[in-house]
């Protein structure tokens, strides 16, 4: 552990590497999500302890534009550098790059050098998992009667969707759900979709066609055929590479969930940590027997919203 506590001071032969640190590769051009839990401890065993020679997780925050009251709960806080960095990740569009940067501005090259090699293994294992998914969506064919070009599978995606295109099936909601989950998803048919709510959601199962590439149909719906997506949060949705992709695909079309569009629903007890993504996003909780009660109509109204 001896090597993961803050340096006094940056030495002479890290002077050096001052400028090279606050230049920050294209590669480094990736959401914070890329860093992993290894990296994310790792900085938090430099920041988290007071000192009075280097900065530490407060210049941070404050580099990072939190304010002085958002800072102090940050501090009530068992790992605040952990919360921080959940806090930046959840309110814009936070790069590896981003945080690079500010730590150079801070002078802790000690951090960055110690780190460098895991940040640049994360990053690269981030940009292969993208190429892979890039490689994996069908090929685009322009369409001569649309502005917008589209692919012939975009064009019939879901259960009523109008063969040519001309008509998409549109939703009030994607369903993020794992299939352990499913019973709930029917019970939140019942509640939304058949009463005189009269929502329409989007239920992987139930409405998209079956033989289509999983990452760029979902795409599709998320951000354009559906105005919100519901996440069902349970310790199964956090073992689903799927349910993964697709929430933080949500999150990077609103950053800071400025615009509403992802709701986390809570619907049993879990043993596991809630994902720290979303942890600055208000939760619909159904296991509260207090407001149990007001859980199906606060939902709808949220999915109701222009």
């Known amino acids: ?28 051009d990736v959401p914070l999500v890329a860093l992993n839990f290894r990296v994310r401890s790792r900085l938090s065993l430099y920041l988290n302890p007071p000192t009075q020679v280097s900065a530490y997780w407060p210049g ?28 930046w990740q959840s309110r814009e569009r936070a790069t590896v790059g981003g945080l690079l940067e500010k730590l150079a501005k801070l002078e802790r090259l000690d951090v960055l050098e110690d780190l460098r090699p895991s940040i640049d293994e994360d990053c690269k294992k981030y940009l292969k998992k993208q190429r892979e998914m890039e490689a994996e969506k069908p090929l685009q064919v322009p369409a001569v009667d649309s502005s917008n070009p589209q692919t012939s599978e975009l064009a019939g995606i879901t259960i009523l969707d109008d063969p040519r ?22 019970e939140m048919i019942q509640h939304l979709e058949q009463t005189d709510c009269r929502l329409k959601l989007c239920v992987s199962d139930r409405d998209v066609l079956p033989g289509t590439c999983i990452w760029s149909i979902t795409s599709e719906l998320i951000e354009k055929r559906c105005r919100r997506m519901v996440v069902v949060i349970s310790d199964e949705y956090l073992q689903s590479n799927e349910c993964d992709f697709q929430t933080k695909f949500a999150l990077s079309l609103c950053p800071g969930a400025r615009q509403k569009r ?11 940590e809630f994902p720290s993504i979303l942890r600055f996003i ?16 606060r939902l709808a109204k949220a999915l109701s919203q222009p």
């Not at 993020?176 to 989950?181: K, R």
């Not at 992802?262 to 596991?272: E, H, R, S």
């Open 1 to 28: 552990m001896a090597s993961a506590s803050p340096s006094p001071s940056p030495s002479p032969s890290r002077a050096v590497t001052a400028k090279a640190a606050t230049t920050v590769p294209e590669t480094y």
């Open 60 to 87: 941070l925050a404050e580099e990072l534009g939190f304010e002085y009251l958002e800072i102090m709960n940050l501090q009530a806080q068992p790992d605040p550098t952990g919360r921080l960095l959940d806090a």
């Open 165 to 186: 295109g001309q008509m998409p099936e549109l939703f009030d909601a994607f369903i993020c759900y794992c299939p352990s989950d499913i019973q709930f998803v029917h």
């Open 262 to 272: 992802l709701i986390p629903v809570k619907y049993k007890a879990m043993k596991k």
């Open 282 to 297: 208000t939760v619909c909780d159904y296991t509260n027997p207090c407001t149990k009660s007001w859980f199906w109509p």
